[in-house]
C-alpha cells in the first residue's frame, strides 16, 4: 500500500466518524425534542381525560367526540359528544368541574351564518376557535389572522351567531 492510498483511507474513516457524530448528535437532539413535549403536553391530557368522563358522568355523554380548552373569560372546557341515543351534545364546564351548559348541537349557530361572518370579518387564518362562557352566555371565542397579519379575536353567540366582541390589530 503507498502513502496516497493511506490517506485516501484515513479521510474516509474521519467522514464515516463525522457522519456518525452528526446522525447520534441529531438522534439525541429528536429524543429530547420528544420527551420535552410529552412532559408539556401531559397537563393537557389530563385535562382532557377527566373532563371527558365528567362529561359522560355529569352530562349522559356516552362517546367523547372532541375536548376543548378555552381561558380568554376564565377557564371553561367544552366537549362534544353523543349521548346514549346518537343525538350530538356540546357539554361546557368551568374550572372548577361544575357543569356550565348542555346544549344540543342542532340548536348552535349554523355552519352559513360562520360562513358569512368569516366574510364579513375577513378571517384567514384560523388559530384557537373554542366553546366558553361570555356574560353568561354560551359563545365561539374564535382567534385568527386579520388583513395585515394582526391577531384579531372574535365573541361569537353559539345559538343566535350575533357578534358581542371584536378585537383587532393586536
Not at 447520534?24 to 385535562?47: E, K
Not at 362562557?133 to 343566535?160: A, C, F, H, M, W
Amino acid at each position: 500500500m503507498n502513502n496516497y492510498s493511506t490517506i485516501q483511507n484515513a479521510e474516509r474513516s474521519n467522514k464515516a466518524h463525522r457522519l456518525a457524530i452528526i446522525v447520534g448528535i441529531g438522534i439525541f437532539l429528536l429524543v429530547l425534542i420528544s420527551v420535552y413535549l410529552f412532559i408539556i403536553l401531559l397537563p393537557s391530557r389530563d385535562d382532557a381525560t377527566r373532563f371527558s368522563s365528567l362529561a359522560q358522568s355529569e352530562a349522559g355523554i356516552t362517546r367523547v367526540r372532541t375536548y376543548k380548552a378555552s381561558d380568554r373569560n376564565g377557564n371553561y372546557y367544552s366537549i362534544y359528544g353523543d349521548n346514549s341515543q346518537g343525538k350530538e351534545y356540546l357539554v361546557i364546564f368551568n374550572s372548577k368541574e361544575k357543569l356550565v351548559r348542555r346544549i344540543p348541537v342542532n340548536q348552535q349557530v349554523s355552519n352559513s351564518r360562520l360562513d358569512r361572518i368569516y366574510k364579513k370579518y375577513r378571517v384567514h387564518n384560523v388559530y384557537s376557535f373554542a366553546p366558553s362562557i361570555y356574560k353568561k352566555r354560551p359563545v365561539l371565542e374564535l382567534s385568527y389572522e386579520g388583513q395585515n397579519q394582526s391577531l384579531n379575536y372574535l365573541t361569537i353567540d353559539l345559538k343566535s351567531g350575533k357578534v358581542y366582541r371584536v378585537i383587532e390589530g393586536l
